[in-house]
Nanobody
């Protein structure tokens, strides 16, 4: 059974930083494409950042230069470092593990709330 558990969401002032963590079990973060997505009230869920099996990273234009995705294979975790936060970054952030290319499923965490006050 695959579980993704996010942590690190909080209320922070604009310009501040947060570090989100996703602890995975039942799937290796080095095996799947790991991603962070977010969903703001009244909006669709959107991609924030991805890290592929090979280590290639992709970012939404809105977070480039501010957010960094990384993984720790030994701890089986994925981290999203968020700097220079803006009010528009307010959303529920979800961890995703996509192993469909290799015969596994597509899995989501329960989400963690990030609120940025302006």
């Amino acid at each position: 059974q695959v579980q993704l558990v996010e942590s690190g969401g909080d209320l922070v002032q604009a310009g501040g930083s947060l570090r989100l963590s996703c602890a995975a079990s039942g799937i290796s973060v080095s095996f799947a494409t790991m991603g962070w997505y977010r969903q703001a009230p009244g909006k669709q869920r959107e991609l924030v950042a991805l890290i592929t099996r090979g280590g290639t990273t992709t970012y939404a234009d809105s977070v480039k230069g501010r957010f960094t995705i990384s993984r720790d294979n030994a701890k089986n975790t994925v981290t999203l470092q968020m700097n220079s936060l803006k009010a528009d970054d307010t959303a529920v952030y979800y961890c995703n593990a996509d192993g469909r290319t290799w015969g596994r499923g597509n899995y989501w965490g329960q989400g963690t709330q990030v609120t940025v006050s302006s």
